[in-house]
């Protein structure tokens, strides 16, 4: 598959991963669109493209309103004529321990709350399943080819004081293998799955931690620093380009040697 002339969905592109995604593909000529809930951020993305010469569009997405969602879908569609692949990249985190015991007393000082932990699984998976659900209704009826991403993390094998991410985590690494598995039993080849589990990112927030918590996180990464998000950017093309990789997700993380490590406080 091209990445040339193809047409990409992006949410969560307005910073990170996402927006070093949607720029990857638009230097390499395809079209992107690009969803996230701040229009300022993906305004920014948007013209940052089109200076460079790519052609893109924008739009304020809630990708837990299905809505919201399938609006950005149609106006991809409008604008570019078809999909050919979506990378779900919007995410949060809201770190608690399950329960917080208080060193002197041995009793619970603070706990997870509920609503810390549905709104990271609401954005987290539910978001994304809006997202590749109606990227993909749309491919399957145009007789598109392409790809369906999900994103996925290192801390799919269990992070401490990420139950709630970890949990959304691990379920976005093991689809893949149904979704492509489902379009296998329904005679549907031309739609590929790949989940991406990308370790510890330089992103602005990881960048802007606590150093000396950094510098223990980069201890334990064989290549000794963090990975770009254009690295990440860098392996999503390579999957768009090889037909071989289906039904799997990759871990990209520089060699993390001792497995997720705990940043919770």
């Not at 669109?33 to 920014?44: E, I, K, M, W």
């Not at 991406?196 to 960048?207: F, L, N, R």
Request: glycine share 12%; aromatic share 4%.
């Amino acid at each position: 598959m091209e990445i040339k002339d193809s047409v990409f969905v992006v949410t969560g592109a307005g910073s990170g991963i996402g927006e070093a995604v949607a720029k990857h593909f638009a230097s390499r000529g395809a079209a992107v669109a690009l969803g996230d809930l701040s229009v300022d951020s993906v305004n920014r993305v948007v013209a940052e493209i089109e200076e460079a010469g790519g052609r893109a569009l924008g739009a304020e997405v809630d990708v837990t309103k299905d809505e919201s969602v399938s609006a950005l879908m149609d106006r991809t569609v409008s604008a570019f004529g078809r999909i050919n692949g979506v990378v779900p990249c919007a995410g949060i985190i809201k770190d608690s321990l399950l329960v917080n015991i208080d060193k002197e007393s041995g009793h619970v000082k603070k706990a997870m709350e509920s609503s810390a932990f549905r709104a990271v699984i609401e954005v987290n998976l539910v978001g994304s399943f809006i997202t590749i659900r109606e990227a993909a209704r749309r491919m399957v009826d145009g007789g598109w080819k392409g790809v369906l991403f999900t994103i996925s993390s290192v801390n799919k094998a269990g992070q401490i004081g990420q139950l709630n991410y970890s949990s959304s985590k691990a379920a976005l690494a093991v689809w893949p293998r149904i979704i492509a598995g489902e379009l296998h039993m329904k005679g549907v080849s031309g739609i590929r799955c790949v989940g991406i589990a990308p370790g510890y990112v330089g992103t602005a927030m990881v960048k802007g931690m606590n150093q000396d918590a950094l510098a223990a996180i980069v201890g334990d990464v064989h290549i000794g620093r963090l990975i770009e998000p254009e690295e990440i950017a860098l392996c999503i093309g390579s999957v768009v380009e090889n037909e071989a990789i289906d039904g799997t997700c990759l871990e990209i993380t520089g060699g993390l040697t001792f497995g997720p490590r705990s940043i919770a406080r």
